[in-house]
């Protein structure tokens, strides 16, 4: 039966055209970016490595298809989390705001297998957005400007990491990457849970994201005990894999505490949907 | 035993410190058609929702098919249909493929086929690919009814099935109710506001007002045993109460107005007094029973 329900809500999110909102972003938004590094992308360059021009040259292609795409990652991670809860924070909501809830509930179907194919649509259509970016950023980004050394600034300094050995770094980041909107689709469908309508948890889950990274980022000390739990915290892990020596360590606890957020926000979901008097 | 389809035994249910659905209790047996009648926010659609295990009642138990409907919700659910208040659907998609949803998590294994059959049966045949989003109302009560037969339910269950309709559309749908019943043997609870349309369709009901059970019984001896008031326009109106009144003590006059007159009466005399009159030589130009179930209904609920 969760199987069923997991196909059924797999042809609901295909024929929502909202579905395609966050794709059609993501299309427009790279293109944007690819079009403009193309366009001025050199002086752009310029201005991030003139800093470094009286200890090091830089020969060969710096505005390589990799750098590209991870600028355009660095860009639009952040932003990602809404075209997810877009779709994620409606499933259960949008349900009850339709009516439809009322007529799933009265099926041959627990709750809990309603609510879990809810879970895994939801993933199959943050998965889809997670490598609908990594198509266009890392693809087409590399068929536009060619591939070469990756050039990444971080904390430490610099970094250059060899052409080959540059795409499982992209397959970690994405995968983590993949594992925060993870959370957030998490996020959303457990808030959808306690609402009637559509743009309530969709609202809130924004405000949350919001709210946790403020707290992320200001440099306040009574936030320092709570900070490395937020999720938020980690939604930048991907950035790890782009590290030499790589911080597994680091990257290990990033996975863990999204997992951990992921499962709570199911486990959370599961007992207020089983519990929930359908009145709508 | 097997004859008792549902079983509510003092339900309860509270939102907050309201009190929705009172001590309320009522047997369905198979084959019935039984109506619940009530006002508007009597509490109908509350118990039906306990009924299927939308809301967890506070007190009382459900039992249906002799299984208790919180431990037994799978099979039990598996042998119901039902559209509770109103149906909805997917607008952005088509009326065929709402079906297949419903049907896939309904344990049946209705085909394409049985799709195409059940819009044809309800009256939507040529519309299985159009968006539900273009529907009137009645198109979608009609694709509710689709949606609540397609996997062959031994109990159906409708809450308020008819409103919204247009009087053609209510006309199918209340033959199509007594379709259910004598030609598939199917026991139905028909949830509705309107006394009239339960006096036609059920056979027994139960009336419930402010969440509490008023009267239960078979529809014929709850409606049928009450007074009647009936309004006789004749020649001489003042002739006609002296006639009444010599032969016809039990009837009482409650009106004489121009050429009319309003009396209270037993169903059971009309045919003697219309003989009566007719002998004593009185132009009747109408007789009409002035019964309304909504007196009735009022008359219940105010006792």
């Known amino acids: 039966m969760l199987l069923k329900s997991t196909y059924n809500e797999f042809i609901k999110i295909a024929a929502k055209p909202r579905s395609y909102l966050g794709l059609g972003a993501i299309t427009i938004l790279v293109g944007v970016i690819l079009f403009a590094l193309k366009a001025d992308g050199m002086s752009f360059i310029e201005f991030v490595t003139s800093s470094f021009e009286q200890t090091l040259s830089f020969e060969g292609n710096i505005l390589n298809g990799n750098l590209v795409a991870f600028i355009i990652l660095q860009m639009l991670v952040i932003h990602i989390p809404l075209l997810v809860a877009l779709v994620t924070g409606d499933l259960v909501s949008g349900e009850a705001a339709m009516g439809t809830i009322r007529m799933l509930a009265t099926k041959p179907i627990s709750r809990t297998s309603l609510l879990l194919s809810k879970f895994i649509a939801g993933g199959a259509y943050t998965l889809l957005i997670v490598v609908w970016l990594g198509i266009m950023a890392v693809v087409v980004g590399k068929f536009l400007f060619g591939s070469g050394d990756l050039m990444v600034l971080n904390s430490d300094g610099l970094v250059i990491l060899q052409e080959a050995d540059i795409n499982w770094r992209y397959f970690g980041g994405f995968t983590v990457a993949f594992l925060a909107m993870l959370t957030v689709s998490s996020l959303s469908i457990c808030l959808s849970c306690f609402s009637d309508n559509s743009i309530g948890p969709i609202v809130t889950t924004m405000a949350i994201i919001i709210l946790f990274i403020i707290i992320g980022t200001l440099d306040v000390s009574i936030f320092d005990n709570v900070r490395p739990f937020l999720f938020t915290t980690h939604m930048a892990a991907w950035r790890s894999f782009f590290e030499d020596p790589l911080p597994v360590a680091d990257i290990r606890n990033s996975i863990v505490i999204l997992l951990i957020h992921n499962l709570v926000f199911v486990f959370i979901s599961l007992y207020k949907f089983n519990r929930k008097d359908i009145t709508s | ?303």
């Open chain 2, 1 to 303: 035993m097997d004859d008792k389809i549902i079983e509510v035994n003092k339900l309860s249910k509270y939102f907050g410190t309201f009190e929705a659905v009172k001590d309320v209790s009522f047997t369905v047996n198979k084959g019935d058609v039984f109506g619940f009648h009530g006002a508007n926010g009597a509490g109908k659609s509350t118990t039906i929702r306990c009924i299927l295990s939308l809301i967890t009642p506070n007190n009382g138990d459900v039992k249906i098919f002799g299984e208790s409907i919180s431990t037994n919700r799978f099979e039990i659910l598996k042998r119901v249909g039902s559209i509770i208040e109103k149906p909805d659907f997917y607008k952005y998609l088509s009326a065929e493929r709402n079906l297949e949803i419903f049907a896939r998590i309904s344990g049946s294994d209705s085909t394409k086929k049985d799709i195409y059959k059940m819009l044809d049966f309800v009256g939507l045949n040529g519309r299985e690919k159009d968006k539900v989003a273009g529907f009137s109302h009645g198109m979608k009560q009609r694709l509710g009814i689709a949606q609540t037969l397609l996997h062959n339910p031994d109990l159906i269950i409708l809450d308020e099935p008819t409103t919204g309709l247009d009087p053609q559309g209510i006309i199918d749908i209340r033959n199509l109710i007594l379709e259910l019943k004598n030609q598939h043997n199917k026991t139905v609870l028909l949830s509705s506001h309107q006394l009239s349309e339960i006096e036609i369709i059920a056979n027994r009901m139960l009336i419930i007002n402010k969440g509490k059970s008023i009267i239960e019984g078979e529809v014929s001896k709850l409606l049928n045993a009450e007074e009647l008031i009936v309004n006789i326009e004749v020649d001489n109106p003042e002739k006609c109460v002296l006639l009444i009144s010599e032969h016809f003590p039990a009837i009482h006059i409650q009106e004489i107005k121009n050429n009319q007159l309003l009396i209270a009466t037993d169903k059971n005399v009309i045919p003697d007094l219309t003989k009566a009159l007719v002998a004593g030589e009185i132009q009747i130009f109408a007789i009409e029973s002035k019964r309304k179930l909504e007196d009735f209904f009022i008359k219940i609920i105010s006792n």
